[in-house]
């Protein structure tokens, strides 16, 4: 079996291998640290990786004899997931050389179930954008067109996996940044309900919308995955006390005759018309499937943009607050003795954050401190809060007459690196589609659904009422059953990597 074979299985397949004898964990961990040696230089899908560690921890694991879901298999983690020993920086300097104490939930049950542990996966900073441009160790590339970003804020865990640099990974979603890198990338991404899986470990954003999914090369490696890492913790106050159904185990279920919703107010004005087109077509495989669509309205939805904004700022703002160059991370060589105590101190607080802080980071900390100060928070972050509960009451109505919602992921392809690095509001709008179920609580999964002219992948998006994740899953795999847009790969050759130097 040739190197790029292994790299290109799924979860499944390459359980299914591992458990018959016919592979070794060991073959497949240095086929795929081959590949990420081969590519990573260009694509910076990961921002550091450790051979020497990485096999003493498969050594580990095979010495306790794990007979997990996951034995053997390495599942690759984004920057800001914390690994117990391993260096996380979430891609800001004001993180760098941090180690972490512990390991987080989802890392804890993934050891459980005998997978290799692989992070630092590339993000923008602190989760801060939609292309991983805003990393401050460099972007990512997307693999099917080296000048276009691989969408955000999990770009370095998308590109991995559709690159066959990750066999799967796990990515965190605040505002679509599971879903709209995987739509850019050609893969699927889940963002599971507010609640269904722990965010103990998870280096906040916002705390009220974070979410730990899965990107994965299908949809039977999400459901694999969303079982590993689903279910109630303790340590997580937030954290549902759901009980997780079998996934994988009723991905086949007939579809037939449920109801599928298509929002009007998604189908507007700014979506580009190859997308329009690929979900046009989407449609008409699920009518062939026996699946009823229908248009809904969701009437909040054109606000939901400018609530998403105050809100997440508001509690980035908070959450940063924490980096202030005193308990850990990067700290301003200032010179206390120089000044009084208390101006001294004030002085290291304000140059570490100027230092340690990224462009983006520092717009979103402004702004969210804004929107909290005193004269502006009842005008701008308590009304963002109750158009919030107007967005959710849209979809609660919506389920009465819909089992999913499909809309585009995203209203573009994958947009050239630096197209819109000079207008934010721009880059803004790259989430449009996907805020919307952050503020409500709901999962929704993207998957491939075709390709642009100029050879992107697209991508379409399926919502569910809250934790119905079995629901989205059995709809999703129906389509990719009927298609083949999953089993499509980019082509990486060494002729392309010299000529997009």
């Not at 954008?129 to 691989?150: I, K, M, Q």
């Not at 909040?300 to 980035?316: G, K, W």
Request: with cysteine; charged share 20%.
């Amino acid at each position: 079996m040739s190197v790029d074979s292994l790299a290109a299985l799924t979860i499944h397949e390459l359980h299914s291998l591992i458990s018959a004898g016919k592979i070794q964990p060991q073959q497949l961990l240095e086929d795929l640290l081959e590949r990420i040696e081969y590519h990573n230089g260009r694509l910076h899908a990961y921002l550091s990786v450790d051979p020497d560690r990485l096999h003493r921890q498969l050594e580990d694991q095979l010495r306790t004899r794990k007979a997990g879901r996951l034995a053997g298999i390495p599942i690759t983690l984004k920057d800001n997931l914390c690994v117990s020993a391993e260096e996380i920086t979430c891609a800001s300097r004001i993180l760098r050389g941090f180690r972490c104490p512990y390991d987080a939930t989802v890392v804890q049950r993934l050891r459980e179930e005998g997978a290799v542990i692989i992070p630092r996966a590339n993000m923008d900073e602190f989760a801060f954008g939609s292309s991983t441009e805003n990393s401050a160790f460099g972007g990512t590339r997307n693999p099917w067109a080296l000048d276009r970003v691989p969408g955000g804020s999990s770009g370095g865990s998308a590109c991995a996996v559709s690159a066959d640099m990750a066999i799967a990974a796990l990515g965190s979603d605040t505002g679509g940044s599971i879903r709209q890198p995987a739509c850019c990338c050609g893969v699927v991404g889940l963002k599971p309900t507010y609640g269904r899986v722990s965010r103990y470990g998870l280096v906040a954003f916002a705390s009220s919308l974070d979410q730990i999914g899965p990107i994965t090369k299908d949809v039977t490696d999400a459901a694999i995955l969303l079982g590993v890492i689903a279910g109630h913790d303790a340590r997580d106050s937030t954290c549902a006390p759901v009980e997780v159904p079998d996934y994988v185990s009723t991905l086949q279920w007939p579809v037939k005759k449920l109801r599928i919703g298509i929002p009007k107010e998604y189908f507007v004005e700014g979506i580009d018309t190859e997308v329009k087109a690929a979900l046009d077509e989407a449609v008409r495989t699920f009518e062939r499937l026996g699946l009823v669509c229908e248009s809904i309205s969701l009437p909040h939805t054109p606000y939901a943009i400018a609530t998403y904004y105050l809100i997440a700022t508001a509690e980035a703002s908070s959450n940063l607050a924490r980096y202030d160059g005193v308990q850990y991370g990067y700290r301003s060589a200032t010179n206390l003795r120089q000044e009084s105590s208390s101006n001294g101190l004030l002085e290291m607080h304000r140059r570490t954050r100027t230092e340690g802080f990224g462009s983006e980071v520092k717009r979103r900390i402004l702004l969210g401190t804004y929107v909290l100060s005193q004269g502006y928070y009842e005008a701008y972050y308590l009304k963002g809060m109750k158009v919030r509960t107007l967005i959710k009451q849209d979809f609660d109505a919506a389920w009465s007459r819909c089992d999913v919602i499909l809309t585009p992921t995203a209203p573009t392809p994958a947009f050239r690196i630096g197209e819109k690095l000079e207008n934010p509001l721009q880059m803004y709008l790259s989430d449009v589609y996907t805020i919307s179920a952050n503020l409500a609580g709901i999962p929704g999964l993207s998957m491939p659904c075709g390709f642009s002219r100029e050879g992107l992948p697209l991508g379409m998006q399926l919502l569910a009422a809250p934790f119905k994740e079995q629901k989205l899953l059995q709809i999703a795999y129906a389509y990719e059953q009927a298609t083949d847009w999953h089993r499509r790969k980019p082509t990486l050759s060494r002729q392309q990597i010299a000529q997009s130097k």
